[in-house]
């Protein structure tokens, strides 16, 4: 972006791009965002200005474009100076990398060990999980407690209540589905955490029955599609809290909350369905009979096959999802030969971090 003049207003002014584009920015933003040494610790960049020390109705006393830099000087005589380029990349519209599945979609995959070891791999591996939602994990150690690897990776494993790596065995003292042979809807795990674990990793370490394909449900993509078709279903996901509950002997979780998370913005950010965790609602609240028509709605569209795949979860593979975008599921098999699967929780801001560090370390060697 050129920016070739400044108009100045009461309350903020406005840069005029060659184009003709205005960019209006407030006086209390661009006080507040000095880069100068007396403004922010030089140690560790944050910011060391506290926007209470100046009037709200504070006004730079002249203002400057001059060699592509905005330049201004208070009413305490503190010069602020703004190159075009600082404005620029913060004002700039990227589209977020988020990219719906094609059809016969599979999980982008790559070797477990290259995954570790490359830094090249990594990148491009997270790259891609970040915008399909899933990674596929080949040849891996079919040892029990390979998750604790994937820390140097995806960071630290995040702890639950019900075990830290998690078995999932026919067994018949289970405290859930999970722990029988009968199929598994498409869900999100611990929607009964009033912050459920944002990245899961499943590894199967051994897959010898018959049937039990994984099922994976990219919820976003049929948030997307409800909310263009039936804005007022899609409101009602948003709005209406949803009680959810995991227990057993020894433990309870419980909260109450929407099924439909969306930011500022209005980009969806989360999805909380669990039909196994998801408890009775009080049936005279406010807006239930509008939100069970959405929920049947949704419902419908995640078991009829939209936006999803399935496949055989063999031995040796691992499969991470963004748990609070891809619901994931299992049809029903015969428990008559081994089937052990191990899965573990991480969060989501701990990879795009180990994302950034690495792209930084290529950048510099």
């Known amino acids: 972006m050129q920016y ?13 791009a ?16 000095c880069q100068c040494t007396d403004c922010r610790v030089v140690q560790t960049s944050e910011k060391k200005f506290h926007l209470v020390d100046v009037s709200v109705d504070i006004a730079p006393s002249s203002v400057a474009f001059q060699a592509d830099e905005l330049r201004l000087v208070w009413p305490d005589q503190h010069s602020s100076n703004f ?13 977020r990398g ?4 094609p059809a016969a979609f599979r999980p982008p995959a790559v070797d477990f060990e290259l995954f570790l070891s490359s830094d090249a791999e990594a990148v491009a591996a997270i790259s891609e999980y970040l915008d399909t939602g899933v ?26 209540l019900f075990e830290r790596i998690h078995n999932v065995e026919v067994d018949p003292k289970g405290y859930n589905v999970a722990h029988t042979a009968l199929p598994l809807p498409p869900h999100n795990d611990f929607a009964s955490y009033t912050w459920p674990p ?9 897959n ?3 049937g ?13 599609d409800l909310r263009q078709e039936n804005p007022e279903h899609f409101a009602a996901l948003c709005s209406v809290s949803v009680p959810f509950r995991e227990f057993d002997d020894d433990n309870e979780t419980y909260t109450e909350m929407p099924m439909v998370r969306c930011n500022a913005k209005g980009e969806i950010v989360g999805l909380r369905y669990s039909n196994q965790l998801m408890q009775p609602m009080d049936p005279t609240g406010q807006g239930v009979e509008g939100f069970y028509r959405a929920y049947h709605e949704l419902s419908q569209r995640i078991m009829s096959g939209q936006a999803r795949t399935s496949f055989r979860l063999e031995g040796g593979q691992i499969l991470i999802l963004q748990a609070h975008r891809v619901l994931h599921g299992r049809h029903a098999f015969k428990p008559n030969a081994r089937r052990h699967l191990q899965d573990a929780y991480y969060e989501h801001d701990n990879i795009r971090n180990h994302l950034v560090v690495l792209q930084r370390r290529m950048s510099d060697g």
């Open 212 to 224: 039990g394909e994984s099922i994976l449900v990219d919820g976003w993509q049929i948030l997307e």
């Open 98 to 101: 988020r990219r719906a599945w």
């Open 83 to 95: 190159p075009a380029s600082f404005i620029a990349a913060l004002t700039a519209n990227e589209p």
């Open 198 to 206: 944002s990245v899961q990793a499943l590894h199967m370490l051994a």
């Open 18 to 33: 060659s184009d003709g584009t205005e960019t209006t920015l407030p006086y209390l933003w661009l006080r507040d965002n």
């Open 135 to 160: 990674l596929l994990l080949g040849n891996a150690p079919v040892e029990p407690g390979t998750l604790e690897i994937l820390a140097s990776r995806l960071g630290p494993v995040r702890e639950v």
């Open 4 to 16: 070739q003049g400044v108009e100045s207003g009461h309350s903020a002014l406005t840069l005029i």
């Open 208 to 210: 010898e029955t018959e």
